[in-house]
């Protein structure tokens, strides 16, 4: 079974540009979690998403960062514009349902300079 | 909403040493909890859950069991190997609540 796939894997870019991450669940999984994780820290929610309604954006800088599903498959998450303290791994999760945990892909780490 | 607390790490043991990684959580009701490890370089990996109270969860040698008497999730090993080297993440609920992670590192 394909796991979460996540591109670009690295991506570095000057503050004010503008990034973009694309993720691709595993087959059937309703549930997909976009998270950021800071060098040390544990990961941070941004968006959850079932099928292709918004759960939970709560922590989602909405000024600069937004996240869409279309289909309720594949999900891009944007930044617009990068600020240096957005570097960090960006993180994809899916899974079938919310009580049995969920599959990671590898992240895309950024660094913005 | 839910939150989750690790203990402060790093936790640098012996090889065949026994493990113990506290995690005590807070939430409305009783959610699903988790154990993810993560390699240096990779994605996290789901060690092991939990769904509901007293339930352990256990897998390539760890154990933790649910406990709603102290909202707690503690992971265990009872002899751990220079593989099990890793970040260790205890996770809580629908929304996947993180706690800050705990790294350990085993020497040989």
């Known amino acids: 079974e394909a796991g979460v796939a996540q591109s670009p894997r690295y991506k570095i870019i000057e503050k004010r540009q503008s990034v973009a991450f694309w993720c691709n669940p595993i087959?059937?999984?309703?549930?997909l979690y976009w998270y950021q994780q800071i060098l040390g820290q544990g990961p941070k929610l941004l968006i959850q998403?079932?099928?292709?309604?918004?759960?939970?954006d709560s922590q989602l800088p909405k000024d600069r960062f937004s996240a869409e599903r279309l289909k309720g498959v594949d999900s891009t998450l944007k930044i617009q514009p990068a600020k240096l303290e957005d570097s960090a791994v960006y993180l994809c999760?899916?899974?079938?349902?919310?009580?049995?945990?969920?599959?990671f892909g590898q992240g895309t780490r950024l660094t913005v300079v | 909403g839910n939150s989750v607390t690790q203990m402060e790490g790093p936790v640098t043991l012996s090889e065949e040493a026994f493990l113990t990684i506290n995690c005590t959580y807070t939430?409305?009701?009783?959610?699903?909890l988790f154990w993810y490890v993560q390699y240096p370089g990779e994605g996290l990996q789901l060690l092991l859950k939990?769904?509901?109270?007293?339930d352990k969860g256990s897998n390539k040698g760890f154990e933790a069991t649910y406990r709603k008497e102290t909202t707690s999730f503690h992971l265990e090993k009872g002899s751990v190997q220079v593989s099990d080297s890793a970040v260790y993440f205890c996770?809580?609920?629908?929304?996947?609540?993180f706690g800050e992670g705990t790294q350990l590192t085993v020497n040989p």
């Open positions: 087959s059937g999984h309703a549930t």
């Open positions: 996770g809580s609920g629908s929304r996947l609540t």
């Open positions: 998403f079932q099928n292709n309604g918004v759960v939970d």
């Open positions: 999760a899916s899974s079938f349902g919310t009580t049995g945990g969920a599959f």
């Open positions: 939990a769904t509901k109270a007293d």
């Open positions: 939430a409305t009701g009783y959610p699903s």
